[in-house]
């Protein structure tokens, strides 16, 4: 009797199962020991920004340092020239002494220093800011770079900022404002909201949800999508493989996380984090108390509100549509594009 054939036949199969196991091991180690029970949480500092600032505080010390006038431009001197660029030869970043507003906008391709108060009414075209009290940009203005102001820092209608805002107090972005990042203890997107959130009824329980099972300390998972009821009060994270859809006025007290995207209804309120790698949709006046992560489109409905002062939160997106009367604590981050689009 010939074994050949037997033998390649059992050598074909050892083959096919030696290619086949390893794309399924993590599967399998997942299963036995599961390490998506909790996302992590993001850190609301930002180690990059603390030294741009020291960087631009640094600089205008040494310009300062020099004694030299002509080593800077005035603040009347960039009004005089107004939105016309520099002219050829050595630019020089602007530095206004003293609290001041202008009537119209200025553009500079250098930092622009403001000792105090700054206020450009409309159209300035900027590369850095940096204000040691208040600062206000007109409608239509622009930040190439990076804007900081000490005290509160309100970007007017139609203003775009490339990269990053930052406020020890707080910042406003007014209509059709384009952002990327943004970070301070509040951060109001449009007309601020008038709703108190202090305040919320007693909620039934929620039912036992179909085809849950427990994940980790205090949580659930569920193969597909899953609804939480309007008007309940869920305890426990959840970790949902479809779309997780909460109902208006719910309550749910933990983290949720779904691979297939987030709905949250008018009103509701999580206390944790809400992650999904999909799009994400909060609808009006909902209340999220930890990190909001989305890795593709977030849309934020008017009087949505995000962390709070005790707690400030992070907030992060490819893209980010907020309504009017968002109101954030802590940093919000746009990787590609955001944008204040609610009604005027």
């Known amino acids: 009797m010939n074994a050949g054939p037997d033998i390649l036949l059992l050598v074909f199969l050892l083959l096919c199962v030696g290619l086949l196991l390893p794309p399924f091991y993590p599967a399998w180690r997942e299963w036995l020991r599961p390490t998506d029970r909790q996302v992590l949480r993001m850190a609301v500092g930002d180690d990059n920004q603390a030294s741009l600032l020291r960087l631009l505080r640094q600089q205008m010390v040494t310009l300062l340092g020099n004694g030299d006038p002509l080593a800077y431009e005035s603040l009347e001197q960039a009004l005089v020239r107004g939105v016309e ?181 008018e009103r509701a309120h999580v206390t944790g984090g809400v992650f999904s790698d999909n799009g994400i949709r909060v609808f009006n006046e909902a209340v999220i108390g930890g990190p909001l992560v989305s890795e593709s489109l977030l849309q934020l409905g008017a009087g949505v509100h995000l962390g709070s002062l005790r707690a400030p939160t992070s907030v992060s997106a490819n893209v980010i549509l907020a309504d009017n009367g968002v109101l954030a604590h802590g940093s919000v981050c746009a990787a590609q594009a955001g944008l204040v689009w609610g009604t005027t």
Do not use: M, N
């Open 85 to 265: 660029p520099q002219a050829p030869g050595p630019q020089r970043p602007v530095f206004v002494a003293r609290t001041s507003s202008a009537e119209h906008g200025i553009q500079s391709r250098w930092p622009v220093y403001a000792a105090d108060d700054l206020q450009l009414r409309e159209s300035s075209d900027l590369t850095d800011v940096l204000a040691d009290g208040h600062l206000v940009l007109g409608p239509r203005s622009r930040v190439r770079g990076w804007a900081h102001a000490e005290k509160t820092l309100l970007l007017g209608e139609s203003s775009v900022v490339a990269r990053d805002l930052s406020s020890e107090h707080g910042i406003s972005l007014a209509w059709a404002c384009c952002f990327e990042r943004v970070q301070a203890p509040v951060i109001v997107f449009g007309q601020p909201g008038t709703r108190d959130h202090s305040s919320r009824p007693q909620l039934p329980p929620h039912e036992p949800l179909p085809g849950a099972r427990p994940w980790g300390r205090q949580g659930w998972r569920i193969e597909g999508d899953c609804v939480i009821q309007k008007g309940r009060h869920f305890t426990g994270s959840l970790v949902v493989t479809g779309v997780l859809s909460i109902g208006a006025d719910a309550l749910v007290e933990g983290d949720v996380k779904a691979h297939k995207g987030v709905v949250i209804g």
